[in-house]
């Protein structure tokens, strides 16, 4: 809530949202006086600021953007009210009509029959709105308009390309100033950003939009990464597997996904008498395997782990750097299991969660939240339509929560369209809520594939499969860890782990030596030979954020030492390389963060 001054000196308590969409009608109004021309179609409040979308003759400028702020302020120093009127649908036609304004009429056409038709109005200015809005522009003390962008009318690429300006606004600078650093260490924080600065990932147009390549720095990431997480599930009895990233369209009928999932799949390939389609998830296949012999109850529970790639049809315009893409790496595995080890099994999986992000990754606990994702009743399209396999697997992950005495919040319509999960909500760096690990429960694909496993009685049973995902998708657990660390990555897990800077060439033989020493311990390590300075050689080390730098000159190579710097403080001074090898291996063994 924001609190905002009236005229007379009254206050009052105004929602965030009023407060944008009352300045996103004061950036309409004044484009359209420094743009008579412009057309308008919809300018609503969002998450965190307002947009309006435009129909004008060409792109605005960085120039347009600043005519349009100081023309914006004008119109807040007239501290116009802001009127509401409603009008009958035909009049509100001939209205827009009038002003020229074919967007606002296609809307209005669109609205169902008896709805109230709205305006609001503002001096010279009038905009159909259902609002609310504050009462005046005048508490608008302080405003920025941060970017503009193309915007298909209605989201629709078949429609025109319209000119969105992104803005936000605030009843005191100060809040603006705050609110402008924030996005600032934002923009440091970008994934996208780092990526690029420490030569992680690249994309490029002539392979796609959403394929990003991993260069040789952030393949190492991602290589150490996918061993961790397979190390752990070993260790929990978890048997790793390879599938095709392709498989037959009847596969996924079986499964269920054909008839829930297809908007998300890419086309498919016709060869020969098959259809095959890139896969988007790889449960189908784990069924095969788990049917693929007979199972007995003490076989279970079963625990099928894979490092797999999925394909998932994101349009140009979502894809975003790691975290968006359209072919992703998921940490995936699926646990069959008696009904009678459900709540364990369940249990063991949170409890790795807790484990990965909490004491390995060094996140708070404060940062979690525990959501209970359940389907949408009413919509019969989305979720398969068995009420009875909803209400007990629903019933069952609620219980298991409430006796592990985990706080938690439930969220209709957030289930996979096979049964409902339990998702952890992680609040990042960046202020947003991101869903990484989940854990599903799932009646349904057991019993669309007819698993079994033969009982203590010996009769046939129906197993129960959890469907889990500890780092999620590679990418974006990578996109999330360098946010939220900066780029600044855990010894263990950076690409380069020390960097060897020699003074001057006299000293590169030394320099070569704790090289191969440091390689022998498994160390991941870069030799800086180069003729440079060796300030400007640090600095670059810095820029890098390599852990540890190791510096090599007459000193050094006399005592048979190294003088290290560490990130974040600097020059820790000269040491012997053998206790320097023992320092770096203990901290590695004990994944400090």
Known sequence: MFKIKLSGGRTMDVDEASFW???????????????????????????????????????????????????????????????????????????????????????????????????????????????????????????KLLS??????????????????????????????EHLQMLEEAKERDHRKIGKDLELFMTHPLVGSGLPMYLPDGATIRRILERYIQDKELVRGYKHVYTPSLANVSLYKTSGHWDHYKEDMFPVMKMENEELVLRPMNCPHHMLIYKSKMRSYRDLPIKIGEIAHDFRYEDSGSVCGLERVRQMCQNDAHLFVRPDQIKEEVGKVLQLITEVYEKDFNFPHSAFQYRLSLRDKTNKEKYIDNDEMWETAENQLRAILKELNIDFYEAEGEAAF???????????????DVT???CQLDFALPERFDLSYIGEDGKEHRPVVIHRAILGSSDRFIAFLLEETKGFLPLWLSPVQVRILSISDKYIDYAKEVEE?????????????????????????????????????????????????????????????????SKIKEEIENMAF
């Open 517 to 581: 020493s440091l390689i022998k311990q498994g160390i991941r390590v870069e030799l800086d030979d180069r003729q440079e300075k060796i300030g400007y050689k640090i600095r670059e080390g810095q820029l890098k954020k390599t852990p540890y730098m190791l510096i090599i000159g007459e000193k050094e190579q006399e005592a048979k030492a190294v003088g290290v710097r560490k990130r974040k403080e600097g020059d820790i001074g000269q040491m012997p390389l053998e206790d320097f090898i």
């Open 436 to 438: 990484i690990p989940t």
């Open 418 to 432: 096979y049964g409902p999960k339990i998702d952890i909500q992680i609040k990042t760096a960046l202020n947003h």
């Open 148 to 177: 503009t962008s193309g915007a298909y009318w209605r989201g629709d690429e078949k429609n025109k390309m319209l000119q969105r300006i992104y803005g936000i606004s605030f009843p005191k600078a100060s809040m603006l100033e």
């Open 21 to 143: 969409h009352t300045t996103s009608h004061v950036m309409a109004q004044a484009v359209k006086k420094l743009f008579p021309n412009a057309k308008l179609a919809i300018g609503p409040s969002i998450e965190s600021g307002f947009y309006y979308d435009f129909d004008v003759e060409k792109p605005f400028s960085e120039e347009d953007l600043k005519a349009i702020e100081e023309e914006m302020k004008n119109i807040v120093k007239q501290d116009l009210e802001l009127e509401r009127f409603e009008l009958p649908r035909e009049d509100a036609i001939k209205l827009m009509e009038e002003k020229g304004e074919p967007y606002k009429v296609e809307l209005i056409n669109d609205l169902p029959e008896g709805e109230v038709i709205s305006f609001y109005k503002q001096g010279d200015y009038t905009d159909l709105c259902k609002g609310p809005h504050i009462p005046s522009t005048g508490p608008i003390k302080a405003f």
